[in-house]
């Protein structure tokens, strides 16, 4: 049975107590969740030394001006509270901005001014909102997540190795000579070697189901974020 009660959400109301194992902890899932804010903050065209600050400075923010204290997990998911949380910040971050430039001092740089590197907003990979790359980044985030779990879970089983060999199949449809090719390797038939893809996928979908359920508060809300992340990655992880 999933549970809700020690998730993301859990971890920031406890926050609000002001302890420093408390205080640790939310520093611990800023790091978690940095990589989708940087994607975020990218995709709104600031170069990539102004995205590294900015986001340094907004979980910095986070911790040091308690926004988990106006946390409502009532309210949603533990996603939409950080993107929601974000944009805040780059608002006011922009704000700062302007009005430092009119005083002459220090702005913000876009990469539609930054022509110095090649670092424009036409290299980057795609056109993708701020949002959707948001999206999959966390998406991504929460999949490695879940790999390392399994990637754990084979090392103290012993089969570390059967596991490396594997993990190429856990995400993408795999096809026959590739099959062929690693069966060959592990000196296995073609129908155990499909049986052992089978089950680790089917563990890492339950550890996806886990790490996703630590951001929600119910399960309406937990298969509602399983769709997205499918949505988000469009790989065979179900």
């Known amino acids: 049975m999933m549970r809700f009660d020690t998730t993301r959400w859990s971890m920031v109301l406890q926050a609000r107590d002001g302890t420093h194992q408390a205080r640790t902890a939310l520093e611990a899932l800023c790091r978690t969740y940095r990589p989708p804010v940087l994607a975020y903050v990218r995709r709104r065209s600031y170069n990539a030394e102004n995205a590294e600050d900015l986001t340094q400075t907004f979980f910095t923010h986070f911790v040091e001006h308690a926004y988990h204290a106006d946390a409502d997990p009532t309210r949603g998911r533990f996603r939409a509270f950080l ?73 103290n089983a012993g089969k570390q190795g059967l596991f490396e060999q594997l993990s190429e199949f856990l995400t993408e449809r795999p096809d026959e000579a590739d099959y062929a090719r690693v069966a060959a ?52 992880v179900g």
Request: proline residues 1%; without cysteine.
């Open 83 to 155: 993107l929601t949380a974000l944009k805040r910040f780059l608002i006011d971050a922009d704000n700062e901005a302007h009005a430092a430039k009119r005083g002459g001092g220090y702005q913000f740089k876009s990469l539609e001014q930054d022509t110095g590197n090649g670092n424009t907003l036409e290299n980057l990979a795609d056109s993708e909102t701020p949002e959707r790359a948001f999206e999959r980044s966390w998406a991504v985030t929460l999949l490695e997540a879940a790999m390392s779990r399994l990637r754990e879970e084979a090392v």
């Open 185 to 236: 390797t592990l000196k296995l038939r073609r129908n155990t070697l499909a049986v052992a893809v089978h089950r680790l996928r089917h563990r890492l979908r339950e550890l996806i189901r886990e790490e996703l359920a630590q951001t929600t508060i119910d399960r309406a809300d937990l298969e509602s974020e399983i769709r997205d992340m499918r949505a988000a990655l469009g790989t065979a």
